[in-house]
Nanobody, 120 residues
Framework: QVHLEETGGGLAQPGGSLELSCAAS????????MGWYRQSPGRQREAVAR???????LYEDFVKDRFTISRDFAENKVNLRMDSLEPEDTAVYFC??????????????WGQGIQVTVSS
């Protein structure tokens, strides 16, 4: 059974920091692109940062130079360090795992999501 468990959310002040962690089980972690996504009320889920199985990192423009994604193949974890947080970063953050087969078939899994609130 596939399970993506997010930890580390909570409340931070503007300008503060939080670190999210996602522990993956039930998948061949090394074959999946791992990423962090977020969804705020009234908006669609959006990508935040992703790291490919080869280690290539993609950040969305709105988090560049503020957030850092990292991947631990030994522990099957993907982490998101969030610095210089802004109220606009308030959202439910989701861990996602994606795999595209050689035939183009997409397999994806999601965590349950974890709340991040940035407020003074």
């Amino acid at each position: 059974q596939v399970h993506l468990e997010e930890t580390g959310g909570g409340l931070a002040q503007p300008g503060g920091s939080l670190e999210l962690s996602c522990a993956a089980s039930g998948i061949d972690f090394s074959r999946y692109m791992m990423g962090w996504y977020r969804q705020s009320p009234g908006r669609q889920r959006e990508a935040v940062a992703r790291v490919s199985r080869g280690g290539r990192i993609l950040y969305e423009d709105f988090v560049k130079d503020r957030f850092t994604i990292s991947r631990d193949f030994a522990e099957n974890k993907v982490n998101l360090r969030m610095d210089s947080l802004e109220p606009e970063d308030t959202a439910v953050y989701f861990c996602g795992a994606d795999y595209i087969s050689g035939k183009g078939e997409v397999t994806e899994y999601w965590g349950q999501g974890i709340q991040v609130t940035v407020s003074s």
